[in-house]
């Protein structure tokens, strides 16, 4: 029995721009100026986006290969059903 494949990509950019900005007071108390001309907030908004768009690359990805799967079965169940009309034939 295969394992489910796990839901990677539920959070999107903002969520994940929200999630870093809460964690900065935590790790770095020092930091209190979180306005959007702040540069670490430029870089936490770049590194949100590159994990959004890397998520959605993954997420693309995998419906991909289900999508090769579907079509590989299609096509064996297509040939299988193609020999027996051919052996009916006879």
């Not at 007071?25 to 590194?47: A, C, K, M, R, Y």
């Not at 995998?62 to 006879?90: D, F, M, N, S």
Request: charged share 30%.
């Amino acid at each position: 029995m295969p394992l489910p494949v796990p839901v990677i990509g539920e959070r999107d950019c903002k969520k994940l721009l929200d999630e870093a900005i809460q964690r900065g007071p935590v790790h770095n108390p020092e930091w209190t100026d979180f306005n959007q001309s702040d540069p670490g907030i430029t870089l936490v908004e770049l590194l949100a986006f590159l994990v959004d768009t890397l998520l959605w690359l993954v997420d693309e990805r995998e419906r991909q290969r289900r999508r090769y799967r579907r079509r590989r079965i299609a096509l064996l169940v297509v040939g299988t059903a193609g020999l027996g009309a051919a052996w009916l034939r006879r």
